[in-house]
């Protein structure tokens, strides 16, 4: 009897058509990891956000492949903590019971428009991102990966993965003030490392930067100690482990 009450009083204040129903969530948090298949071009994305609605706590597990609409969409939430998603009627009683439910990403709007046209897309980065809380690491080694944000969580930040340079650059152009720190490696996926910093440095140049250049790889850092002398903000270590915390405080407070 209960669920069917709900289930009527959202058809009454939610429903936008026959076919499907709009409902109003509040952001919590998002989970964003972005990962590159073996043998191909295409990243793996896992991407969800759990939610608050009218029906209690959801998580969204974002689905499809339309990169340029989810970049949209992060950019999004970066600022508005209030969308609608739409689902179709005969997922309803799915979407009612379900604690986690898949949604293709194309159907999440934003709450204070009919809908977002793509071609703009490009027009929205203008916006100022809020909140700079977050490091950006570019790795492809998971392992260190892992032990770096488990570092930088326990010191109040949240981070961003990439294995890929061209995929963290386009997250970082599209939201640089989100960023407090960028930690990479020396080689990384999809681009050589020293263009990805200059990127990097191209769009904000104070930005501390830590380029890991691996244990005992003289060549390496000697390279990247030419190409790199001249900026302030990046910091060169042959294990980037070592005394990350310190590190990573010393480089912030020095830019503060």
Known sequence: MKKLFIICFLFVILTRSGFARDFIVDFVEENYKETQAR????????????????????????????????????????????????VPDERLDEFISAKAYKIDVTLVYPFNEGKWEKNNLKLQRKNTIQGNNHILIVDPNENRTHLIQTITKKMGYSATIFKSGDKALDSFRLQPDKFKMVIAQHSILGMPSDIF????????????????????????????????????????????????????????????
């Open 39 to 86: 043998f191909s071009y295409d990243p793996l994305i896992y991407h969800s956000i759990q939610v608050n609605s009218a029906i209690g706590s959801k998580i969204l597990i974002l689905t499809g492949d339309d990169y340029n609409y989810r970049k949209w969409l992060r950019h999004y939430i970066a600022q508005n903590k209030q969308f609608i998603i739409k």
């Open 197 to 256: 910093i200059k990127q990097i440095l191209k769009i904000n140049p104070g930005i501390p930067v830590i380029i890991g250049t691996g244990y005992k790889n003289k060549n390496i850092k000697n390279e990247f100690n030419s190409k790199f002398s001249n900026f302030k903000s990046v910091h060169l270590k042959p294990v980037i482990l070592r005394d990350l915390q310190k590190t990573i405080t010393t480089l912030i407070n020095k830019k503060a």
